[in-house]
C-alpha cells in the first residue's frame, strides 16, 4: 500500500533513488547507523542485525549496528534525539524506550513522538499466559474465576518490577477484575522455576524459553499475547478468541526511529526497504524460529500504535509503583 509523504510516494522513491537514502549527500548514501539501546547478542540485537543484512542483500546501503547501552535505553534515545537528522543514524526503538520510560515518575529528556520520526516496527515477541499443572484452571476464563474464588487472589510472576510482565498483568487484572498479586523476581529464569514448582500461580511468558515445560506438562498455556495463534504453539488461543481483547497486546515490540526532522523522503525511503526485508518469507520463517516476530506498517499506523500503547499502560505504569 503507497502512503505519501510530503509530496512523495514510496514507489517513486525507491525506483528512482534505487534504494539509496533521499537527502542524504551522495558519498554518505552507503551507510546508516543503527543505534541499539541493549548489549549485543541478545534477541532484539539478532533481530536487527539479521534484518539490515537483508536490507542490504536487496540492494539497500550498509548498516553499522551500534550498541549504546545505559539509563535503561534513555542514553540511545537521547542520542538519536540529538542526531544530525539526514535519515543516516537511526535508532531501534523499543516500549521500553518510548513506552515504559516515559511514563515513569522521573520521566524522561525526551518527548517519545515530539522529538522523533517513528519508521516502522520491525518485530515483537508475543507472551503467553502459562499456569503450573497444580493450578487448575484450564482456560482463562477459568482462572479468572479461580482468582475471584480464592481467598487472596492469585499471585503472579515476573521478570521485575516495570517489566513487560508485570505490566500484562497489571492489565490483566484490571482487564478481567481478577483479584492478583505481584511476586517480582530477578529475571525470568528464576521466575520461570517457581512458576513450574507452583510457589506462584501464573505468569506472562516466553513461548520459546517454555515449550520443553509444556510439553512435560509442568506448564499450561491458557492464551497468547499475539494478534494471531503462534505456529509454535498453534492449539493456544489469543486473549481475543479467550474473550478478552482488552489484554491482545504484541506490547514486546522493537522498530525503527529517526530524529524529528529527518525529511520525509527519508523516512519513506527507509520504510520502503525495511518492509520488503521483513516480507521476505526466509527471514520471517528464520525469525520466528527464534520466537522473534516480524511485520512492518507505515510510518502513521506506527506512530498511532506507540500513541496507543501509551494511552494503554501510561496509567498502568504509573499506578503500579514501577521506578526507572
Given at each position: 500500500m503507497l502512503r505519501r509523504f510530503?509530496?512523495?510516494?514510496?514507489?517513486?522513491?525507491?525506483?528512482?533513488?534505487?534504494?539509496?537514502?533521499?537527502?542524504?549527500?551522495?558519498?554518505?548514501?552507503?551507510?546508516?547507523?543503527?543505534?541499539?539501546?541493549?548489549?549485543?547478542?541478545?534477541?532484539?540485537?539478532?533481530?536487527?542485525?539479521?534484518?539490515?543484512?537483508?536490507?542490504?542483500?536487496?540492494?539497500?546501503?550498509?548498516?553499522?549496528?551500534?550498541?549504546?547501552?545505559?539509563?535503561?535505553?534513555?542514553?540511545?534515545?537521547?542520542?538519536?534525539?540529538?542526531?544530525?537528522?539526514?535519515?543516516?543514524?537511526?535508532?531501534?526503538?523499543?516500549?521500553?524506550?518510548?513506552?515504559?520510560?516515559?511514563?515513569?515518575?522521573?520521566?524522561?529528556?525526551?518527548?517519545?513522538?515530539?522529538?522523533?520520526?517513528?519508521?516502522?516496527?520491525?518485530?515483537?515477541?508475543?507472551?503467553?499466559?502459562?499456569?503450573?499443572?497444580?493450578?487448575?484452571?484450564?482456560?482463562?476464563?477459568?482462572?479468572?474465576?479461580?482468582?475471584?474464588?480464592?481467598?487472596?487472589?492469585?499471585?503472579?510472576?515476573?521478570?521485575?518490577?516495570?517489566?513487560?510482565?508485570?505490566l500484562l498483568g497489571e492489565l490483566f487484572g484490571k482487564a478481567t477484575g481478577a483479584p492478583l498479586v505481584h511476586i517480582p523476581y530477578r529475571g525470568a529464569a528464576p521466575a520461570v522455576i517457581d512458576l513450574v514448582a507452583g510457589r506462584v500461580d501464573m505468569m506472562f511468558v516466553g513461548v520459546l524459553p517454555s515449550k520443553g515445560h509444556i510439553a512435560s506438562g509442568a506448564l499450561r498455556p491458557l492464551a497468547v499475547t499475539s494478534r494471531t495463534r503462534m505456529t509454535e504453539v498453534p492449539d493456544v488461543p489469543t486473549f481475543v478468541e479467550a474473550g478478552h481483547a482488552d489484554v491482545n497486546s504484541e506490547f514486546v515490540w522493537f522498530g525503527l526511529t529517526a530524529p524529528g526532522k529527518t525529511p520525509d523522503a527519508a523516512i519513506a525511503n527507509l520504510h520502503a526497504m525495511f518492509a520488503k526485508a521483513v516480507a521476505d518469507p526466509d527471514l520471517r520463517q528464520r525469525l520466528a524460529g527464534q520466537g522473534i516476530h516480524v511485520g512492518a506498517t507505515s510510518p502513521v499506523e506506527f506512530t498511532a500504535r506507540i500513541k496507543a500503547d501509551a494511552a494503554k499502560f501510561g496509567p498502568i505504569i504509573k499506578a503500579s509503583g514501577a521506578k526507572k
Open positions: 510530503g509530496h512523495r510516494t514510496i514507489a517513486p522513491l525507491v525506483a528512482a533513488a534505487g534504494l539509496a537514502i533521499a537527502g542524504a549527500p551522495a558519498a554518505a548514501q552507503s551507510q546508516v547507523t543503527i543505534v541499539v539501546s541493549v548489549a549485543a547478542g541478545g534477541s532484539s540485537d539478532i533481530g536487527v542485525r539479521t534484518i539490515a543484512a537483508k536490507v542490504e542483500q536487496m540492494g539497500g546501503p550498509k548498516f553499522v549496528i551500534e550498541n549504546r547501552p545505559g539509563g535503561g535505553g534513555v542514553v540511545a534515545t537521547v542520542g538519536l534525539k540529538d542526531a544530525a537528522p539526514d535519515g543516516r543514524t537511526i535508532m531501534l526503538s523499543s516500549y521500553a524506550t518510548h513506552v515504559i520510560n516515559p511514563a515513569m515518575p522521573a520521566g524522561t529528556p525526551y518527548d517519545p513522538l515530539a522529538d522523533f520520526k517513528h519508521i516502522t516496527p520491525l518485530f515483537s515477541f508475543p507472551l503467553m499466559l502459562a499456569v503450573p499443572s497444580a493450578v487448575e484452571a484450564k482456560s482463562v476464563a477459568e482462572l479468572v474465576a479461580l482468582a475471584k474464588k480464592k481467598q487472596g487472589g492469585l499471585s503472579y510472576a515476573s521478570q521485575g518490577v516495570g517489566t513487560a510482565g508485570h
